[in-house]
DNA sequence: CTGTTAGCGCTTTCAA
DNA sequence: TTGAAAGCGCTAACAG
């Protein structure tokens, strides 16, 4: 039932050899040959076996996909959009999914897990810690970051920075003079994350506006929903004269404009909120938003580890723009004609 | 740098096979050799090769994971749920992704692409066709089915007949009469599919309470966001006097209420809406829904193909329970008191 | 252009 | 309880 490549070969009448070749698209193969095999292949319902394969020829043929999870919008799409990627150029994707606790402290992902098990390593989304990283980069494997990574790594990512930069002095141009910052707990932030450049971009608009992007205008939460929530109420309960919220997610932002409603606050006319993804339910609430290309971001990726992989010295740093997208959770402040 | 299972043998001095074993858990090895063996390949950083244990042994200790998309909230969760259950048992997940086209014609899923490769596999979500389900059973692999399947084949999921039911009566309860049912297209639902099922429960609510579930109530397009809007539109225009609309999914009833919103209709005053899942940002409209346990469903699943691998005879069939989440979106309608 | 042959690094009988 | 040895099913030199 199973053939195995000496049935093709004998019923090819070739060498075990030249059905390898012929099958792989390897040059040195007669064209009718290679067609000839093809057809016996195909009759006899012949697929090589990947361990096979990978044992004798040292590659596995598979990428590690690895993401702290798979049902978060960002994640989900990149996942989404780097298999379509990988599968459409004859790779495997493995997935590996690890937790972030929210006491800060997560499971190290075990770099013994992907050993001998990949060619190539995508690392979506939330910076690992330098070690965490290094041991991965010490299996030995290209490496690629997806929404985050310093100048060292390959990496695709936004302009996080000029992301916060260009939200900030939109909300300065509606008028708004105190503009809080909702994003994601420190911990998981390096100096080159997306959180961390965005808050930076932050206080870069503020300042070139005049504005004092104190301390106490930003907090820190979980990444999610309920984070956004929690942060602008504490948040407003430093400063209740707050206009306008930049929260470094779409789900946060949605998380804040609950926590908003929570407080009896209505947006925009009390508080205007927007955030940064382009989340396919922001429209729900008319969520203002700087928009990221996502799919294009996984697939890119796939791109970039291939190229490494087959030797070739592609970009190390793959730069998307983000667009803002106007709705109706922003506005002018009130008593600021627009 | 790379140690093999016979740089282990030799510094513990033993065989290769007493590696192996030792390692493994094996019965048939002294409590000290497996001591030391453990040891020596501890110190040593010595991890056994996929491809070769699988090859000599047959089996590749990896599932595969079938989803039409990993993006959407039932197939995000669902994935995320069963990678962690399979990771923790050792095992790999292999993600294969597919695609649904809106022309109801879709790249068919190429059994060939699994073949030795897996050890058993999931499919989550959406009916494949008969003959594609036969083909992917033919290569002999343990095959269970997240949130969908026949009779025949291993299943975990929603009675979602009851769901449909339920979640109609609520609304008749509520003093609805005319109630409409948002839906998924045709060409996708089989007999045995959530949405056939969900709609068969809508019909049966409708005729015990003596209402008529007339094919004009029920309105079937995209499954996502921009198919529920679009689709109670359609539904509008034929019946006018609809007051309450039941989706078969969160994402189709947030879409049914931006398609409200748009007409300029009102959540709930003009009209109810309610859906299935528990979508985590339903909570932004307030929205009501059936609740269903969506990791547990990933686990459970795992749990069931790992049985079944092991040559166990696990139940054919796992239901889950979902409960009624009551919201603001729904309402008694106008000039009913409640 | 094609065939021969030696592995790839394990697991698994079979003996001891 | 342990070891020897024969593969698992391919790929990759190397010859021809």
Redesign the pocket.
Known sequence: M?A???DVARAA??????V??AL?DL????AK?RERVRAVATELG?V??PS??S????RTRAIGLISPWVNRWFFANIIDGAERALRARGYDVLLYTFDIQRSGERPRIDPDVLRRRVDGILVVGLPLARDELEALQGLGYPLVCIGWGGSEEATVRLDDRVIGLEAVRYLIRLGHRVIGHVTGTPDDVHPWSPPADRATGWREAMTEAGLEPDAGLMESGGFEVSGGRASVKALLARHPDLTAVFAASDEMAMGAILGLRDLGLRVPEDVSVMGVDGHELGELVGLTTMSQPVDEQGWAAAELVLDMINGKTPPRRVVFPARLVERTSTAAPRGVAS
Chains 1, 2 share one sequence.
């Open positions: 199973a195995g490549i000496d009448g070739v060498s075990t050899a030249t390898s070749r792989r040059p040195n193969v007669s040959t012949y090589a076996s096979a394969a044992l004798a020829s040292g």
